[in-house]
């Protein structure tokens, strides 16, 4: 019996670091694997997670990204990236109990149960205002619970809390994956909530065992961002409009209006009182509850069924009119949340301008020739035009539907992947959950790269999934993937990165080490100039030949090169060099048309 724990991030990297640890303090029980899903964090998170893996080993540690915002997208794809018998679900800003992992071990080799859950024990960051109801202490992290060990019933006095649970996979088989009906709320806000709400309502509805257990215990830190009436107030409005969102769409009973009404008009005088006596917990329960009120009646008016199908089809065709300018409204804002300053794209000297000046102007208009080439399968008919067929990897199998791959066909090692997006690889070694693997391609298979990060080449790609010849150059967290990162069809530098991407030296052409980076917390490495470089900088210069700058990774198999893909606009321009004079330097080298 295997654990997988997920733990969906999105910019919380010092809470996450202590999360993590948490897990590996605890008392070993248990085999398990911990899953960080990043979606689409912007503080670090990546390379946090990367320092942990090389602390703690890629057999215990990995690292997802979901660019669809919203936790329960999140949580989906780390219930697809993974194939423990058990799903367990932290949030990154708790820290388990250290006999947590124990307790997962005994309930579940003892107690034949399908799901088990447990209390939040809060640690406040700051004095818990007087005025804080009970009531809504929910909302802000901190849930009573039961003393005592009970069953997941209708009538537990609660519900199955979504950051300290774990469930059986045969059973999510089962009720099938969280639902994502309130990301049309508030695309990437945790204030759309209820996700929790209906998995707990489809497990009871599947008749699944569950036990409540005051032994599994997380900590829960609680912010004093929280404590505030302003996060209050809309915390209970977005809670309502969620509540009701879910009961449109099904994924809950009704519990209709009529009493929500009775309650707020009952709790105006303490909201009124409050002019004149000043807050306290019942007038600010009373507000709270007319709040959540406002939300449950919004939404219900909002997202009426004829209305809701009407105002999904409006919206789509909208999003792709205005593609084009708010894709080029997200690269400015990236631009300047990575440097701090606004983007001059029009005069650029800077690399980092020169790469945003060319992402705007591909949103712009764009010519096909980008398309094919950032596609990882039709780019082989121009790596064979160009250099000859004999550096391409060989492929076993490629289609649109995954449910058509010939697993018994496999070698016992390959790679599976796409051909439209960055990080969607799984590498098998062995054995491998057919079923997860199916569902996983099939989820990254549904998604338009293109909105990650507006980088409209990947836009007009159609997704398929391909099956590669596995890669070893006998290199630890190889094969070592050689980066050409060509100027007008000449390669001036050249970039060492590995699968685990914690590596990150640079070399000029003549492969003398330079002190370059963009990944701070990279682990120091010198890599032994390969024998038949110069051949690898032939290659790199056919492949570049015609383009002011592109990056052409190579591998290098003790001899055997292959390609690997053409990359137009690197990491989305998202990432600063080090030192910050490399951005000019480079930027010399990129001769833009005139």
Not at 55 to 65: D, T
Not at 143 to 157: G, N
Not at 425 to 434: A, F, L, Q
Request: charged letters at 25%; one cysteine or more.
């Amino acid at each position: 019996m295997r654990l997988d724990i997920l733990i969906p991030t999105y910019n919380r990297g010092d809470f996450l670091k202590n999360t993590i640890e948490s897990v590996f303090a605890s008392k070993p029980a248990l085999p398990f694997h911990l899953t960080i899903i990043d979606n689409n964090s912007s503080d670090g998170t990546e390379q946090l997670v990367r320092a942990m893996i090389s602390r703690y080993g890629a057999e215990f540690v990995s690292y997802v990204h979901e660019g669809r915002q919203g936790k329960s997208f999140a949580l989906n794809a780390g219930i697809a990236a993974t194939s423990g018998e058990l799903v367990g679900f932290i949030d990154d800003d708790e820290e388990i109990h250290p006999e947590w992992l124990q307790v997962v071990q005994n309930k579940f080799g003892r107690d034949h149960i399908d799901f088990l859950g447990g209390p939040y024990l809060p640690i406040w960051e700051g004095l818990v205002p007087p005025w804080l109801p009970r009531r809504y202490r929910g909302l802000v992290g901190s849930v009573p619970e039961p003393k005592i060990e009970l069953p997941y019933d209708a009538h537990f006095p609660g519900m199955l809390m979504g950051g300290n649970a774990v469930i059986a996979r045969n059973t999510l088989n089962k009720v099938g994956p969280f639902s994502t009906a309130t990301a049309i709320l508030r695309s990437g806000a945790v204030l759309a909530s209820g996700y929790d709400r209906d998995m707990y309502a489809r497990l009871l509805r599947s008749g699944a065992k569950g036990l409540y257990t005051p032994d599994l215990i997380v900590f829960h830190h609680i912010p004093k961002s929280r404590l505030t009436m302003r996060y209050l107030r809309r915390r209970c409005f977005y809670h309502g409009q969620s509540r009701a969102y879910h009961e449109l769409v099904g994924n809950i009973p009704a519990e209709g209006i009529r009493w929500r009404v009775g309650k707020a008009l009952r709790g105006l005088p303490f909201v009124l009182s409050q002019l004149l006596i000043g807050r306290s917990d019942k007038s600010t329960e009373c507000e709270l509850a007319c709040l959540e009120l406002a939300g449950y009646a919004t939404a219900k008016i909002r997202f009426r069924p004829g209305l809701l199908a009407f105002r999904k089809k409006i919206s789509h065709r909208k999003r792709i009119l205005l593609r084009r300018w708010e894709g080029e409204q997200v690269l400015k804002r990236n631009y300047r949340k990575v440097h701090g300053r606004d983007l001059d794209w029009r005069q650029p000297q800077l690399f980092s301008e020169k790469m945003f000046r060319r992402m705007v102007l591909m949103n712009r208009s764009l010519s096909p020739e980008y398309t094919e080439l950032s596609d990882k399968y039709l780019v082989r008919n121009y790596v064979a035009k160009k250099v000859g067929e004999n550096y391409l990897t060989k492929i076993y199998w490629e289609g649109f539907d995954p449910a058509q791959i010939p697993f018994d066909q496999l070698p016992e090692k390959c790679v599976i992947k796409t051909n439209h997006g960055s990080g969607q690889v799984i590498v098998v070694k062995g054995n491998i959950d057919r079923a997860a693997t199916v569902e996983k391609l099939r989820a990254w298979l549904s998604d338009n790269y293109y909105w990650k990060a507006r980088e409209y080449q990947y836009f007009g790609i159609r997704p398929r999934a391909l099956i590669e010849e596995y890669l070893d150059d006998g290199q630890d967290g190889g094969p070592l993937d050689y980066r050409f990162w060509c100027f007008n069809g000449k390669a001036a530098v050249i970039q060492v990165d590995n699968h685990r991407h914690d590596i990150n030296p640079f070399y000029d052409a003549d492969w003398n080490k330079l002190d370059l980076s963009y990944r701070a917390r990279a682990l120091p490495a010198d890599i032994t100039k390969p024998a038949n470089l110069d051949e690898m900088h032939a290659i790199a210069a056919s492949l570049a030949a015609g383009f002011d700058f592109v990056r052409v990774d190579l591998y290098n198999l003790n001899g055997r090169i292959c390609f690997g893909e053409l990359t137009f606009t690197p990491l989305a321009g998202q990432f600063r060099f080090a030192p910050e004079p490399w951005d000019a330097k480079l930027g010399e080298k990129w001769l833009l048309p005139a």
